[in-house]
């Protein structure tokens, strides 16, 4: 299965890494055409860097890409991706990490959702740090989305990706994902790293 991912940082390259090693392929799409040929490059044969910043011939599209930019690139794509499965993974904290910028009562990949109504958005990854996703450690992955399908199309790429998605509801839930990762973000940010932060419901 071909996965599309926007964005060459280290989200892109923890999540690309995961999906080459379990024979996925990848197409990695960046503002910069050579990011994402670099970043293509060290993920192997299975994956390609895009000329193009677009969605064309994509099913599935992670957006690895911070908040702002993932709502820019939504707004402009958004006819492009009608019929297609985007996930947000994106934190929209402040910079002191005091609190969400997003709208009162609303998540970031809810926006995503307005902005391309044909979209079949889900919020993922966003508590999973780039970090650990980069190793073979099995992660929680929470999965908020309205669609049912695009739900078990991406929960089960997750385990392929020997990760454990959970289903945490529809995708009004993003915001609590949102407001989770806010304290998981603060804490790490507090400590300095020195403890795992990563929210589990592993035994
Ligand atoms: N890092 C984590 O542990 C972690 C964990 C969970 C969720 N997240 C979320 O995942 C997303 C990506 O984070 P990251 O850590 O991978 O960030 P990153 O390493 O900074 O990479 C961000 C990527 O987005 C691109 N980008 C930045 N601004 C852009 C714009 N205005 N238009 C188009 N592209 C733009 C960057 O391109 P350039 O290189 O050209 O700037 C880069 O390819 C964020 O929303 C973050 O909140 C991160």
Sequence with gaps: MEILIVGAGRMARSIGLRLVRNDYQV???????DSAADLAAELGESASGESVYNAAGATIIIL???YEAAKDLVQSWAEDLSGKIVIDMSNPVDQAL???????GKSAAEELAEAAPGAKV???FNTTFASKLATSETLDVFIAGDDADAKRRLMAICRDADLRPIDVGGLKHARTLEGIQLLQMKVQDQIQG???TELTFAP
């Design 27 to 33: 197409r990695i799409a960046d503002r910069d055409p």
């Design 64 to 66: 690895a890409l911070p």
């Design 98 to 104: 005091d609190g969400l910028v997003t709208p009162e």
């Design 122 to 124: 889900l919020k993922a």
């Design 194 to 196: 020195n403890w795992s």
